[in-house]
């Protein structure tokens, strides 16, 4: 047990703490990722070589689902978090599960996009836009997707060791992983499909 | 024992909310949202001063989500966490109109 020595210090930072703020710094690197990508999807946004535009593609009222669907699952992962504060596991582990299951819808309407899109002759090489486009929100789908099977692991520690400081932790560091996964949807949804179709 | 001290205080200060205040997040976070689509469904504005609304809900949604699920505002009086994302955003900045900016000009040249 790492922790034993923080007793001893009282006015140092506990070694769960400085593994939260770690997390905290891997996701400064993402948002770094993310600024790349934006900025490339931004730049190339007009580059569509004469094929289908934002206008000619998205179809808004999916999105518009999608986004409340990723905002309710940021709000469940929150009520996850209350559950295990209050020493609550079988609610903790039913609030990630909903989480898994908003997140897992969010991801079937995006891929129901993509195969629309490629339907309609919008595939990833067809131009630099689209690239861009497939590039940018499909890094974040798989984003979602690797937070999903986390969530997952995460509920099979708590299930086999219950509510205890290392999977307190665990479960604060997926909660923040996917409320930064909303905040980059929220800039995805307003400079791609909002600012597109404008 | 002191361990145990440890770990008290460390729940407290952690905090993490209410479910007030998630509820009140989640609101508002929902608002920021509709607020952008009826803009867009409705044509408010024309289409130049539209923008500001998209960014500004962009940018209040991105602040909700900060202060009442991320619990930015929570942490302990050397703020790491605030300064690594001071950091991060400016490197944004940065990468963001700093591609913009030469784009333009690549433009230019073409």
Redesign the interface.
């Known amino acids: 047990m790492a ?2 020595n ?3 210090h ?1 006015h140092h ?2 070694q ?2 400085l593994r939260t ?1 770690a997390f ?2 891997y996701l ?1 690197t993402d ?2 990722l993310f ?2 990508l ?3 999807y ?2 190339l946004q007009g580059s569509t070589d004469g094929g289908p535009g934002p206008k000619d593609l998205f179809q ?1 009222n999916g999105i ?1 689902a999608s ?2 669907i990723l ?2 699952s ?2 469940t992962s ?2 996850a ?2 559950a295990m ?1 209050k020493g609550n596991r079988l609610a903790l582990m039913n609030w990630l599960g909903v989480t898994i299951f908003l997140g897992a819808s969010f991801l079937f309407l995006e891929i129901n996009e993509f195969i629309h899109m490629v339907s309609e002759g919008a595939t990833i090489g067809t131009s630099a836009f689209l690239t861009a486009f497939y590039t940018l929100v499909g890094t974040h789908g798989l984003h979602v997707t690797l937070g999903m099977g986390w969530m997952i692991i995460v509920i099979m520690q708590i299930a086999k060791h219950g509510i205890t ?1 290392v999977t307190k932790r665990k479960v ?1 560091i997926i909660s ?1 992983f996917w ?2 996964l ?2 980059v949807w ?2 995805v ?3 791609v499909y ?2 597109g ?2 | 024992m ?2 145990q ?3 008290g205080t ?2 407290q200060h ?1 905090g ?4 007030k205040s ?1 509820v009140i ?2 609101v508002l ?2 608002v920021f ?1 509709i607020i ?2 009826m803009a ?1 469904e409705n044509g408010w504005l024309d ?1 130049d001063k ?2 500001i609304i ?2 500004g ?2 940018l209040f ?2 602040i909700v ?2 202060f009442f ?2 619990h930015l505002k929570e942490e ?1 009086k050397p703020r ?2 605030l300064m ?2 001071l ?3 400016f ?2 900045f940065l ?2 109109i ?3 900016w030469i ?1 333009m000009y690549n433009m230019v040249a073409l």
């Open positions: 922790n034993v923080a007793g001893h009282d930072p506990d769960e703490e703020f905290w710094i400064m948002v770094i600024a790349t934006f900025a490339t931004i730049v808004m518009y986004t409340f905002l309710t940021s709000f929150g009520l978090i209350l504060n400081p604060n923040l409320h930064f909303d905040v929220i800039f949804f307003t400079i909002v600012m179709v404008n | 002191s361990k001290s440890v770990h460390t729940e952690g993490h909310g209410s479910l998630y997040g989640f976070s929902l949202t952008p689509i867009l289409s539209r923008l998209y960014l809900a962009a949604q991105f989500q900060l699920f991320m302990d790491y966490n690594s994302l950091l991060g955003l490197i944004v990468i963001v700093g591609s913009i784009m």
